[in-house]
C-alpha cells in the first residue's frame, strides 16, 4: 500500500470538500466537549452527595419503617410494625459499643416567636440526649437536649440556624420562646449550619424532647432509630 499516495487522496479530497470537512471537525469538537461536560457534571454531582451523605454521620445507621426515598408499593412499608421505644431500649441492649441509640420522630408545623414572626412547614423532631452525635451536628451555642428534659416532657427546643435567623433576627435566641401547636417552647440551645440534603434545608428545624413531642401531635407514630 502506497501510503504517500492515500494520503495525497485524502488531502486532495479534504480541499475539494472544505465545508464539509470544516462541519465535520466542529461536530466532532462540539461532541466531545459535550461528552466532557456531561462527565464533569456527573462527577461534581457525585462529589455533592458525598458530602451531604457526610453531615448525617459517617459512623451512624439509620433504622425506620419507611424508606427515606419512596419507591413501589406504599402499601407494603405501611404494614411494616412500628418502632417503638422498646425498639430503642432493645438496640441499646444488644449494642452495647454503640456510643449513642436515640429515637426520632418528626412532624411539619408552624413555629411562632413573641414578635410576630412566623416559619410554615418547619421540622418539629422529637430526640432525645445523644442526637447529635447520631446527626453528625453541633451546637453553636446554649446546650442541648438532657435525660432530665425527656423524662419530664419539658417545654424547651433547639432550634437550627434557619429557624433562628428567622424568628429572631439579630438577637440571640436563648432563653427566648418559640410556639409550637400554640405552646411555647423555651430555647436552649442553637445548631451549626448543616446546609441542604437531598434539596431539603436541614438548619429549618427545631429539637425538643421526644415525650414532649408526644404531648403535642400524638403517640400514635413509628419513629426512627439511630
Known amino acids: 500500500v502506497d501510503v504517500a499516495e492515500n494520503l495525497r487522496i485524502a488531502l486532495s479530497s479534504l480541499r475539494s ?40 454521620g459517617t459512623k451512624s445507621v439509620h433504622v425506620s419503617k419507611y424508606p427515606w426515598i419512596m419507591m413501589g408499593d406504599w402499601w407494603k412499608y405501611r404494614n411494616r410494625q412500628d418502632l417503638t421505644l422498646e425498639h430503642v431500649e432493645k438496640v441499646r441492649e444488644l449494642v452495647p459499643l454503640a456510643t449513642a441509640v436515640v429515637p426520632a420522630v418528626n412532624q411539619r408545623a408552624e413555629v411562632t ?26 451546637l453553636v451555642d446554649g446546650r442541648f437536649l438532657t435525660m432530665a428534659d425527656d423524662s419530664t416532657a419539658q417545654r424547651v427546643a433547639v432550634i437550627g440556624d434557619d429557624v433562628a435567623k428567622g424568628l429572631f433576627p439579630g438577637i440571640n435566641p436563648i432563653g427566648r420562646v418559640v410556639r409550637i401547636n400554640g405552646l411555647s417552647h423555651r430555647v436552649v440551645g442553637t445548631l451549626e449550619r448543616q446546609g441542604k440534603l437531598l434539596d431539603q434545608s436541614r438548619d429549618l428545624v427545631v429539637l425538643i424532647p421526644y415525650r414532649t413531642f408526644r404531648g403535642l401531635f400524638g403517640q400514635r407514630r413509628s419513629l426512627s432509630i439511630g
Do not use: K
Request: without cysteine; aromatic residues 4%.
Open 17 to 56: 470538500n472544505r465545508m464539509r470537512t470544516v462541519l465535520t471537525t466542529v461536530g466532532i469538537g462540539i461532541g466531545v466537549a459535550t461528552l466532557l461536560a456531561i462527565v464533569g457534571i456527573i462527577q461534581g454531582l457525585n462529589a455533592s452527595f458525598e458530602t451531604q451523605l457526610a453531615t448525617l
Open 113 to 138: 416567636a413573641d414578635g410576630g414572626q412566623a416559619l410554615s412547614s418547619v421540622t418539629i423532631t422529637g430526640t432525645a440526649d445523644g442526637y447529635l452525635e447520631v446527626a453528625g451536628n453541633s
